[in-house]
């Protein structure tokens, strides 16, 4: 097993250790050349070892910490019994899900037909999921937060299983090309491959959820739409799930026409980040406005992520945090 250059703990260190059915299982959570375990050792501050059989040997002097060793371990054989995948990205965030929310269960899981299968890595996504889910609940949910949280790639997910649960006809995925701006005309090609580069992020999310050719063969039916924003007006639309990604860079206007898109039998999820606008400086962003007078309407759901949610990379979380705090300290000498 791979390690760090920290000091091997000795034997008289209190351990204990943990027996699992299937010892295949064990290994998938210790990740390949034990990347899994490595990533646990660190955030814990504990040893862990697997030497067959399906056992798991947990080393710490802390016996909080060889409790928490446990919680994780159990967490993510958990989640190999129920097929899910388990990457480092799932080990850190066991790491940090709280002691009651550790376990998988039903409701913060997205299964896709025939597709892959997702799970709340962190207790902000369980709550986000839940919403989702929540269609006797809410018709409107908005997941907005950080990059790397997973509010885009959940909100794609639960659509595609939607669709392939035949719960609705559609799955139409929108979001602002702002970046082209008046510049669209002058790209080359047809206005397909002109708007696609804008709406890769959102292919690569179908992809994970329903494999490349399941994902093309249900846009050449007509049953996955992604059009940026603009392609939204005038249109009611009935018996989809509706997502609107990027909204931040959506201005008012835009806003307020998308919103009202939602037809008969529809429901839809709006993610963004408004802290990070593309817009033109000086014209106001369409998602702080809209959450402003939207957020205690009935049917519709708020969820905010924050720093803790961000499973992309351990660094983007840290990333994350090192520009928050230089906009606290830009702030604070604005208001000086």
């Given at each position: 097993m791979s390690r760090s250059a920290k000091p091997r703990r000795t034997r008289r260190e209190p351990s204990e250790t943990l027996h699992f059915d299937d010892g295949d299982l064990v290994r998938l959570?210790?990740?390949?050349?034990?990347?899994?375990?490595?990533?646990?050792e660190a955030e814990l501050d504990?040893?862990?070892?697997?030497p067959g059989g399906g056992t798991v040997v947990v080393t710490a002097a802390d016996g909080t910490a060889r409790r928490e060793a446990r919680r994780v371990i159990n967490a993510l054989y958990g989640r190999a019994v129920e097929g899910?995948?388990?990457?480092?990205?799932?080990?850190?965030?066991?790491?940090?899900?709280?002691?009651?929310?550790?376990?998988?269960?039903?409701?913060?899981?997205?299964?896709?037909?025939?597709?892959?299968?997702?799970?709340?890595?962190?207790d902000g996504q369980k709550t986000y999921v839940r919403a989702l889910k929540d269609d006797k609940s809410y018709d409107m949910v908005f997941g907005v937060g950080p990059a790397g949280t997973g509010k885009t790639l959940l909100a794609v997910a639960y659509g595609a299983s939607q669709l392939a649960l035949g719960q609705v006809e559609r799955l139409v995925i929108t979001r602002p090309a702002v970046e082209a701006g008046e510049r669209l005309g002058f790209l080359p090609g047809d206005l397909t491959e002109k708007i696609d580069p804008y709406l890769l992020p959102i292919w690569d999310a179908l992809r994970d959820s329903l494999g490349q050719r399941v994902s093309e063969k249900m846009r050449e039916e007509g049953r996955i739409e992604v059009a940026p924003l603009a392609f939204m007006r005038g249109r009611t639309l009935n018996r989809a799930f509706v997502i609107v990604d990027e909204a931040q860079n959506a201005t008012v206007p835009q806003m307020r026409m998308v919103l009202t898109r939602l037809g008969e039998g529809s429901r839809m999820a709006v993610t963004g980040d408004p802290t990070q606008t593309d817009l033109r400086r000086g014209e106001p962003s369409g998602l702080p406005h809209a959450l402003s007078i939207l957020s205690d309407e009935p049917r519709i759901a708020v969820h905010r992520f924050g720093r803790a949610d961000v499973v992309r990379h351990g660094l983007v979380a840290r990333i994350v945090d090192a520009y928050e705090r230089d906009d606290a300290r830009r702030e604070g000498k604005s208001d000086e």
């Open positions: 959570v210790a990740g390949a050349n034990h990347e899994n375990f490595a990533l646990i504990i040893q862990l070892e697997a899910l995948p388990i990457e480092p990205t799932d080990a850190r965030a066991a790491c940090l899900m709280a002691e009651d929310d550790a376990g998988e269960t039903i409701d913060s899981v997205i299964r896709v037909p025939r597709g892959t299968s997702f799970s709340a890595r962190t």
